[in-house]
């Protein structure tokens, strides 16, 4: 399956954005704009079932990482993931072989859920403008807009992908220099697990004050890491 991409900038540099579930790949645009004004070219997916991107018949994560190589650039300069979006950027890695990789409260831990997240997934799509930004006060009116549009044009079949089976463990060594940047309320991924990542090599740090989608609670603060790791900027000395 060839994916909807959205596309910023025209620099020499490649940068892959990968959103997570309900979403599609405009959440980005904050993160997007910044790269492309630093001589990158910036591509985001909308994954299958989400955003622009054709509805499938079946989903699993085979086709979700089959639709990845056919629609971004191989060994792009910089990788970012953010939960579902994590995932995926884990699962095609070592085949995309990107040169570095930013992780955003990455769902690496992936199975069927149970009955109850089947419920949530009901109160996850009856969504108003009112119930957005009362649950994300610091999410800009543009965010608010493009969750709402990712979640009227999310096709409720994605969500038959969970009994494929794809149930992963923490990732062993990165193949590529790795930041995992953590929510600092309500984030998937644990103190235990935070732990065990830095062990196998990954970068690890916390960004105060944001919960799960820490990149639009906070694109301040998630920007300027990710930049970092990029080597665009030196964070300067206080």
Not at 105 to 121: K, L, N, Y
Not at 167 to 179: D, E, F, I
Not at 191 to 199: F, S
Request: aromatic residues 8%; proline residues 7%; glycine residues 8%.
């Amino acid at each position: 399956m060839k994916l909807a991409t959205h596309t910023w900038g025209r620099g020499e540099k490649t940068a892959v954005l990968i959103h997570g579930l309900f979403s599609s790949g405009t959440n980005w645009h904050s993160l997007a704009d910044e790269l492309a004004s630093s001589d990158y070219t910036v591509i985001a997916v909308d994954l299958p079932g989400h955003g622009f991107s054709p509805r499938a018949q079946e989903y699993t994560f085979r086709m979700i990482a089959a639709s990845m190589r056919t629609s971004v650039p191989h060994a792009p300069d910089l990788l970012v993931g953010h939960s579902l979006g994590g995932f995926t950027a884990r699962m095609i890695s070592a085949e995309l072989e990107p040169r570095r990789i930013v992780y955003v409260d990455p769902a690496f831990r992936i199975g069927r859920p149970d009955g109850t997240e089947h419920d949530r997934f009901g109160d996850y799509m009856s969504i108003t403008e009112a119930s957005v930004r009362g649950d994300n006060p610091r999410w800009t009116s543009t965010d608010v807009h493009i969750e709402l549009m990712a979640r009227s044009t999310f096709d409720p079949e994605f969500m038959t992908i969970w009994p494929d089976g794809a149930t992963t463990t923490y990732p062993a060594t990165p193949v590529a220099p790795s930041l995992v940047l953590l929510a600092s309320d309500g984030s998937v991924v644990s103190p235990e697990e935070a732990d065990a990542l830095r062990a196998e090599g990954y970068e690890v740090r916390v960004v105060d004050g944001t919960g799960h989608n820490l990149h639009r609670d906070d694109p301040a603060a998630v920007n300027a890491a990710v930049l970092e790791w990029a080597g665009i900027r030196v964070p300067v000395a206080a």
